[in-house]
């Protein structure tokens, strides 16, 4: 665990680049620091290694505070990858990756050996060993920078934008394996992104920072898009863009669960019966809109009863069309429906997180999906039967 307590940074010049950071990182957890540029993510994260000073408060990893551990020792505990892997040009692959074990004294054929294995984890073929770095590319300079960090197996990781310098193919090849390995390795990481569908796809939790090194909200992923603390969070989540920053793929299979429906005419159950909200569907299970079962308990199910500010996730769709669909629809349960806009159930939004973090997403580079203007694939249908209809904010 890595936790700052109320750190503060302020540099000579009176630059105040982190003011008053609470913020915990888990232990075996991803947390990505994510924000605009200035905003104090690197800041924040060299403090960790103590590469920089605090000027007030207190870092701790796990039970110590760090200013209490020598650089040396605290540093071999923590492994740090940046953006241009920052590789020693004139050592071989292999002998920068076993850098730092050849330096505590690990005998020199038996560190070789074990970057060789390492370079294979990352999913470098070990032909590349003898090569230097500039006859490497980008993304593969990226892989040994990250398996230099992992060589000393260090419990924690410091990943500075370590995969933004590289093209969006790439880039999400390196995230999958990255997150790959992390399954097995199960460290401890901070990693700081200016993208926020890097942060979407890799945290566990995400502390989204504002210039001036502020926190304005840490949150799981799920979170974070449902509930976003202030205006400036939501803007830069793109909730105001009706998240058309983040390119989801389409075509998934989407996990659906049984949603207890009322029928249009029918009577409203009593609010024990029930959960808050009930989809009203006509006789051909087309979704009519929402009830909610508190205000409406023992009313016939009308028109002017219905609550219609869900959109619709067609099965086969894109993610982002569910992800929509759970977060417009005011029980948190996306309704999934059939080609024919017939109800087949509802997805649960963090369901809808995770498939989203799994899956690749080669829209990422697309360009001209920043128009806010509705998917072809159901993205912009209205809860209001087989026909898209207008958004309307609250019971007609
Ligand atoms: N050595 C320094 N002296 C003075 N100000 C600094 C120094 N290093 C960084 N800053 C300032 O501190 C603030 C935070 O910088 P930092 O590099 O931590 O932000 P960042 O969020 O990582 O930005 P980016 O995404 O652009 O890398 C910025 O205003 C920056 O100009």
Redesign the pocket.
């Known amino acids: 665990m890595i936790r700052f307590d109320n750190v503060t940074k302020r540099?000579?010049?009176g630059?105040v680049?982190v003011d008053s950071l609470d913020l915990t990182a888990q232990t075996g957890k991803i947390t990505v620091l994510v924000?605009p540029?200035?905003?104090?993510?690197?800041?924040s994260l060299r403090m960790i290694n103590r590469m920089i000073e605090p000027s007030a408060g207190s870092i701790w990893l796990d039970d110590r505070d760090t200013s209490t551990i020598a650089t040396h020792e605290l540093r071999r505990r923590i492994g740090y990858v940046i953006q241009h892997a920052g590789l020693f040009p004139h050592r071989t692959i292999v002998d920068n990756v076993a850098t730092v074990p050849l330096l505590l004294g690990t005998d020199k054929k038996k560190a070789r050996s074990d970057a060789m294995d390492l370079l294979e984890r990352v999913g470098l073929d070990r032909g590349f060993a003898k090569r230097y770095p500039a006859q490497l590319s980008g993304g593969q300079q990226q892989r040994v920078g990250v398996a230099r960090a992992l060589a000393a197996d260090p419990p924690v990781m410091l990943m500075d934008e370590p995969f933004s310098a590289v093209d969006p193919v790439v880039r999400e090849q390196l995230q999958d394996e990255f997150l790959r390995l992390q399954d097995d390795l199960g460290k401890t990481i901070v990693f700081?992104t200016?993208d926020i569908d890097e942060a979407i796809k890799l945290g566990d939790q995400i502390a989204v920072?504002r210039v001036g090194?502020h926190l304005a909200q840490l949150a799981t992923p799920a979170d974070l898009l449902a509930r976003p603390a202030d205006a400036f969070v939501a803007g830069f989540v793109g909730r105001d863009r009706g998240y058309r920053a983040l390119g989801f793929s389409e075509g998934q299979e989407l996990p659906h669960h049984e949603e207890p429906t009322v029928r249009m005419g029918e009577t409203v159950p009593a609010a024990s019966e029930a959960a808050e909200w009930l989809l009203a569907v006509d006789g051909d299970l087309h979704p009519q809109g929402w009830i909610n079962v508190e205000q409406t308990a023992g009313r016939e199910v009308t028109e002017e009863l219905l609550y219609r500010g869900g959109t619709l996730a067609t099965q086969g769709g894109s993610l982002r069309a569910a992800l929509d669909a759970c977060l417009s629809s005011p029980s948190g349960r996306g309704v999934v429906v059939d080609e024919d806009h017939r109800l087949l159930g509802s997805a649960q939004l963090d369901e809808v997180v995770q498939l989203i973090k799994t899956e690749p997403r080669p829209s990422l580079a697309d360009p001209t999906d920043q128009t806010g203007q509705a998917d072809q694939d159901g993205a912009d249908h209205r809860v209001s039967g087989a026909t898209p209809a207008t958004l309307q904010k609250g019971p007609a």
Do not use: N, R
């Not at 540029?37 to 800041?43: A, L, N, Q, V």
């Open positions: 540099y000579p010049d630059t680049a924000g540029s200035g905003c104090g993510k690197t800041t700081v200016h920072l090194g």
